[in-house]
């Protein structure tokens, strides 16, 4: 809708097994986590990145940063005006975008202009009901970001709701696929050997392809730190302010 209204060109790419697979394995060793949720979304932008790049492209621009600076998730959508303000301002200070470290291992400059100083600082001096509002009988995000524009981008596209990366690219589908493709012999075995020699809690099939295929590459999380505040299930360093593990993708804590 978005590439016929504004007459750009639309490139689909359909992802065979294998190529998943080794996308998977690349992401893992450029973001050195195994958290599930971000494997999922961010294993879409190495594969977009590197199209770009096989198309001849040497830099992209992103949107990074909108649902962060402008209450864009669905959970703030539940709170009152002081849960979001405050809730925007510990995003503020945690907020991390894998996209730059995906680029910089691609050799693919990343541009993201909501992460600039003039628009963080304007972000930051907007009162709450410009974030979050009702508009046509609905609570919506980023109110101001769709009402500036919403003369200018088709209204379907302007007001709809909220969704992740990983259920527009559908990447949400790895969790039955790793479901499928191992054993469930070989998933008990692997928890409790994990549990035992490394402290490591694996909660699902699609985490422990994530973890194994993390320590190829890297140690045990609790190696991996020296900080007293650690992930109950991973034993990984967290952030001061965070409600989840970067690292397993834990949530919440």
């Not at 949720?37 to 992103?62: D, F």
């Not at 035992?196 to 994530?210: A, D, F, G, P, T």
Request: proline share 4%; hydrophobic share 40%.
């Amino acid at each position: 809708l978005i590439s016929k209204k504004f007459e750009l060109p639309l490139t689909i790419k359909m992802v065979e097994h294998e190529e998943l697979l080794t996308a998977i394995n690349e992401t893992i060793k450029i973001l050195r986590v195994f958290n599930d949720i971000e494997i999922r979304n961010s294993i879409v932008m190495y594969l977009s990145i590197q199209a770009a790049k096989k198309e001849g492209h040497t830099s992209i621009i992103t949107g990074d940063g909108a649902d962060e600076l402008f209450a864009g998730y669905n959970f703030f959508l539940k709170m009152n005006k002081n849960e979001i303000k405050d809730n925007l301002k510990r995003i503020w200070k945690i907020m991390h975008f894998p996209t730059q470290k995906i680029g910089k291992s691609l050799k693919i400059t990343i541009e993201s202009p909501f992460l600039s100083n003039e628009m963080l600082n304007f972000a930051k001096s907007l009162p709450v009901d410009h974030n979050v509002r009702n508009e046509m009988g609905q609570k919506f995000g980023k109110w101001i970001l769709r009402k500036t524009f919403e003369k200018k981008i088709p209204s379907s596209v302007v007001w709809r709701k909220k969704s992740a990366m990983q259920d527009g690219a559908g990447t949400t589908g790895l969790k039955n696929m790793f479901n499928v493709i191992i054993p469930d012999r070989f998933f008990k075995e692997q928890l409790k050997k994990i549990k035992k020699s490394e402290n490591v809690i694996i909660r699902s099939k699609e985490s422990l392809h994530y973890y194994l295929t993390f320590r190829k590459y890297y140690d045990m999380p609790a190696k991996l730190h020296t900080s007293d505040f650690k992930c109950p299930y991973c034993k990984y360093m967290i952030e001061q302010d965070s409600k989840f593990c970067s690292m397993c993708g834990a949530f919440p804590l």
